[in-house]
């Protein structure tokens, strides 16, 4: 790759609660079609359980397991969070250190279709 278009960096995952389903679906819609993930696994209702601003607290709510390039993280993690409905999201991103080359590479693509290439 040349010019402005960043190197693959190899397969990462983003997680993120969800106030509920259309919240999640409405920010993956977003983050697909800006092609900053590949896919957003959108699982059931599951209960959390958290501390926030010291006390504890108890919320239904939705999680989402987002699949980007590692080159993509930083800034797949910073729309979520613009387009996220709390105030703080929790958004937590990390690379995965392994993958078949087939799930790679298509990963690698959102590099090419977010350069318009």
């Known amino acids: 790759m040349s010019g402005n278009t960043p190197e693959p960096g190899g ?14 679906v409405r920010v993956a819609g977003q983050l ?12 059931g209702p599951m209960r959390s359980l ?5 006390e504890r607290q108890e919320a239904r709510e939705t999680g989402v397991l987002f699949k ?5 993280l930083a800034r797949a993690i910073a729309r979520l969070a613009e387009l996220h409905s709390y105030d703080e999201p929790a958004a937590l991103g990390w690379h995965a250190a392994e993958a078949p080359p087939a799930a790679r590479a298509w ?3 959102l590099l090419a279709a977010e350069a318009g290439t």
């Open 107 to 109: 990963l690698a693509a």
């Open 11 to 24: 397969p990462a995952l983003i997680w993120s609660p969800f106030e509920d389903e259309g919240d999640a």
């Open 68 to 72: 980007t390039d590692a080159a993509l």
């Open 32 to 43: 697909l079609d800006e092609r900053l993930v590949a896919c957003a696994n959108i699982l």
């Open 50 to 54: 958290f501390v926030w601003r010291g």
